[in-house]
């Protein structure tokens, strides 16, 4: 699945579902909806996006007037419906950026680095925990990983 981007130089806010048949050939369809515009996420480029248990979820990503996006939308496959996550007064709040990647983990999405501003590049970790439905503080190595000198340079013994 793939949202969003450019489609003859406009941004959109559509879901494109790609199926990769025996013979190889892609096969695209768009993923209809009947909610209205204002029941989906705005049009977009450069978010980002990741699975989990039926839900695509959509993060940040840049409008039309190049504004940075901090917004969190899930997109229920099985419904073909958008619900929009709202951060709670007193919660976490992300940066707006574009440009960042998402992977989904351990019921949890991580989502890296993007762009800020024109200049400034971010180099931070957001994790979104999907039990609370919140931003939570980054997470330290898990216990199973040696960040060991020796290891990371690749001396392992």
């Not at 990741?50 to 899930?74: E, P, R, S």
């Not at 007193?90 to 940066?95: I, S, V």
């Not at 800020?116 to 216990?143: I, R, W, Y």
């Amino acid at each position: 699945m793939v949202f969003g981007g450019f489609v003859n130089g406009s941004r959109v806010n559509e879901i494109c579902k790609f199926n990769v048949p025996s013979n190889q050939t892609i096969e695209g369809t768009v993923c209809e909806t009947t909610q209205t515009q204002e029941q989906c996420p705005k049009p977009r480029a450069s978010a980002s996006s990741a699975y989990h248990n039926g839900k695509l979820y959509i993060f940040g990503g840049q409008d039309d007037d190049n504004n940075k996006l901090d917004d969190l939308w899930a997109f229920d496959t099985a419904e073909h419906t958008w619900k929009q996550i709202q951060i709670q007064d007193g919660d976490m709040l992300p940066l707006a950026r574009s440009g960042h990647t998402a992977v989904t983990y351990n019921n949890k999405m991580y989502i890296f680095g993007g762009i800020l501003e024109l200049t400034k590049e971010l180099n931070d970790m957001l994790v979104f925990c999907f039990s609370s439905m919140k931003f939570v503080q980054g997470e330290e190595a898990p216990n199973h990983m040696d960040r060991s000198p020796e290891k990371r340079q690749g001396t392992v013994q």
